[in-house]
T-cell receptor, first 110, second 117 residues
Framework: DAKTTQPTSMDCAEGRAANLPCNHSTISGNEYVYWYRQIHSQGPQYIIHGLKNNETNEMASLIITEDRKSSTLILPHATLRDTAVYYCIVGDNAGNMLTFGGGTRLMVKP | GAVVSQHPSWVICKSGTSVKIECRSLDFQATTMFWYRQFPKQSLMLMATSNEGSKATYEQGVEKDKFLINHASLTLSTLTVTSAHPEDSSFYIC?????????????FGPGTRLTVT
């Protein structure tokens, strides 16, 4: 079973920030939070990951709560091409397989 | 970033026939690759872990005699769906991780859509 819970769907206006929440209350100390997204009929694409600290890259920012039981993926200026299913995944850093939950279907609207 | 390719991108086959899907890491070596299956409007489900030079590890409920996995080289894993039936119609996706770099990223192939008629 997936270790994360996410809203089924969200809408966001083009150009605005998209904030995607994820709960992972059973995360253990050595587990990371990974975010991937899947555009329709394509393979998933890595976005970002983190352990304890907030992280930022060219695609997004990841905010992890101090107790690590939840996190938020932020797309600062959503575009129509960001419409996708976003998966929050908890896993180790040993290269093991990823367990996908239901994800959040983000719809960016003009 | 590293690239994983799959071939074919889509295939239609008749019930009872076998279909082979290839997964290649194009610019890195992958001792381990993963095979996922995704039904319409559902999430990805891990089928098996493919290990170079050894037997694959299958997830519970996945028939190893039906879904044959071969990982004969560090850049190629194949998934053969034997005696395919319409219920095997799905989107099959592979992934791999480049262990030669300090990266936590898994690279996914573009997927193969299998339709069994």
């Amino acid at each position: 079973d997936a270790k994360t819970t996410q809203p089924t769907s969200m809408d966001c206006a083009e150009g605005r920030a998209a904030n995607l929440p994820c709960n992972h209350s059973t995360i253990s100390g050595n587990e990371y939070v990974y975010w991937y997204r899947q555009i329709h009929s394509q393979g998933p694409q890595y976005i970002i990951h983190g352990l304890k600290n907030n992280e930022t890259n060219e695609m997004a920012s990841l905010i992890i709560t101090e107790d690590r039981k939840s996190s938020t993926l932020i797309l600062p200026h959503a575009t129509l091409r960001d419409t996708a299913v976003y998966y929050c995944i908890v896993g180790d850093n040993a290269g093991n397989m990823l367990t996908f939950g239901g994800g959040t279907r983000l719809m960016v609207k003009p | 970033g590293a690239v994983v390719s799959q071939h074919p991108s889509w295939v239609i086959c008749k019930s009872g026939t076998s279909v082979k899907i290839e997964c290649r890491s194009l610019d890195f070596q992958a001792t381990t690759m993963f095979w996922y299956r995704q039904f319409p409007k559902q999430s990805l489900m891990l089928m098996a872990t493919s290990n170079e030079g050894s037997k694959a590890t299958y997830e519970q409920g996945v028939e190893k005699d039906k879904f044959l996995i071969n990982h004969a080289s560090l850049t190629l894993s194949t998934l053969t769906v034997t005696s395919a039936h319409p219920e095997d119609s799905s989107f099959y996706i592979c992934s791999a991780r480049d262990l030669s770099v300090n990266s936590y990223e898994q690279y996914f192939g573009p997927g193969t859509r299998l339709t069994v008629t």
